[in-house]
Nanobody
Framework: QVQLGESGGGLVQAGGSLRLSCAAS????????MGWFRQAPGKEREFVAA????????YYGDSVKGRFTISRDKAKNTVYLQMNSLKPEDTAIYYC?????????????????????WGQGTQVTVSS
């Protein structure tokens, strides 16, 4: 069992930045692929970013490429999502998730069904 807790959400003006953190409860965090997803009101859950268990493979959703950066610190059991140049359309609840897979393919890491553990989510609101 892995428990995840997100933090760092909030209200920011368009063009601003936020850094989300997701702390994992388990020491074997290093063996899990980690992902960030988001869901806006009335919309389906959307893939944002993922990082493989090794940290060597990273993917981003098309809407955030070039603006968001995912990273992980195994010593702290934490994954981060640095969000720059935020837009109003980035407004959503952001969830981190953990998948017990060593797969590297985007088709796996971007698939929310591959993730067994989810955090409670953190709200990000970008004002225009």
């Amino acid at each position: 069992q892995v428990q995840l807790g997100e933090s760092g959400g909030g209200l920011v003006q368009a063009g601003g930045s936020l850094r989300l953190s997701c702390a994992a409860s388990r020491r074997t965090f290093g063996t899990y692929a980690m992902g960030w997803f988001r869901q806006a009101p009335g919309k389906e859950r959307e893939f944002v970013a993922a990082i493989s268990w090794s940290g060597r493979t990273i993917y981003y959703g098309d809407s955030v490429k070039g603006r968001f950066t995912i990273s992980r610190d195994k010593a702290k059991n934490t994954v981060y999502l640095q969000m720059n140049s935020l837009k109003p359309e980035d407004t959503a609840i952001y969830y981190c998730a953990a998948a017990g897979t060593t797969a590297q393919a985007m088709g796996v890491l971007a698939d929310s069904d591959e993730y067994a553990y989810w955090g409670q989510g953190t709200q990000v609101t970008v004002s225009s």
